[in-house]
């Protein structure tokens, strides 16, 4: 079964500055998605960014950008000049892709507080 | 841009009594999905749903649940005789294919049993 790993229970930045957050996962499967996803105060899950396994480019969503180091099995997300509305609890998620299980496979999360 | 909604958004039952979650997916996919958060834990999967029927389960979707597509737009959690540790947050997502879209997810029912 796959697992993730998110290491930083809390992280804390000031606003405009770049924070990133870690993501390692296990698993035997070369073709899989990973996913961001941004859960603020009022609780619903936003996706922030996707990253298919066999592309090798990382990923980028305006200010949201991953490290996807394959080998590592290693997933951090970037955010550059955070803002308040970056606050929020951040999930990296695992899916199979090919002919796997259905469902994400969350990590704990990283609450991320910026500070004005 | 559309949206998955689910209702209610807070529900308090009493042990031992059933309760229904109800979701709207996004009306042109077809793939519906449950996870649960437990207070302070991580967002587990429950089950995912295609063509009227369930697709795969967690062990966590046990016989205590169920879920149901009774009509061309809402998709139904059922918990039977609640219990103490059902208490926690479930979220409806959907997605347009299995593969290659990604799962978007309703705001959530906060479930509370007393």
């Known amino acids: 079964a796959q697992t993730v790993t998110q290491s930083q229970p809390e992280m804390s930045v000031q606003e405009a500055e770049t924070v990133t957050l870690s993501c390692t996962y296990d698993?035997?499967?070369?073709?899989?998605?990973l996913f961001w996803y941004k859960q603020p105060p009022s609780r619903q899950m936003i996706l922030v960014i996707r990253q298919e396994a066999y592309k090798q480019q990382n990923a980028t969503e305006n200010r949201f950008s991953v490290n996807f180091q394959k080998a590592a099995k290693s997933f951090s997300l970037k955010i550059s000049d955070s803002q308040l509305g970056d606050a929020a609890m951040y999930f990296c998620?695992?899916?199979?892709?090919?002919?796997?299980?259905?469902?994400?496979?969350f990590g704990k999360g990283t609450h991320l507080i910026i500070q004005p | 841009e559309p949206e998955v909604t689910q209702t209610p958004s807070h529900q308090v039952t009493q042990m031992g009594q059933e309760v229904i979650l109800r979701c709207v997916p996004i009306?042109?996919?077809?793939?519906f999905y449950w996870y649960r958060q437990i207070l302070g834990q991580k967002v587990e999967f429950l089950v995912s749903f295609y063509n009227n029927e369930i697709s795969e389960k967690s062990e966590i979707f046990d016989d205590q649940f169920s879920v149901e597509r009774p009509d061309g737009s809402n998709f139904t959690l059922k918990i039977r005789s609640t219990k103490l540790e059902d208490s926690a947050m479930y979220f409806c997502?959907?997605?347009?294919?299995?593969?290659?879209?990604?799962?978007?997810f309703g705001d959530g029912t906060r479930l509370s049993i007393l």
């Open positions: 698993t035997s499967e070369s073709d899989y998605y």
């Open positions: 009306s042109n996919h077809l793939y």
């Open positions: 997502a959907s997605s347009g294919d299995r593969i290659n879209q990604p799962q978007h």
């Open positions: 998620a695992y899916r199979s892709r090919a002919g796997g299980a259905d469902g994400l496979t």
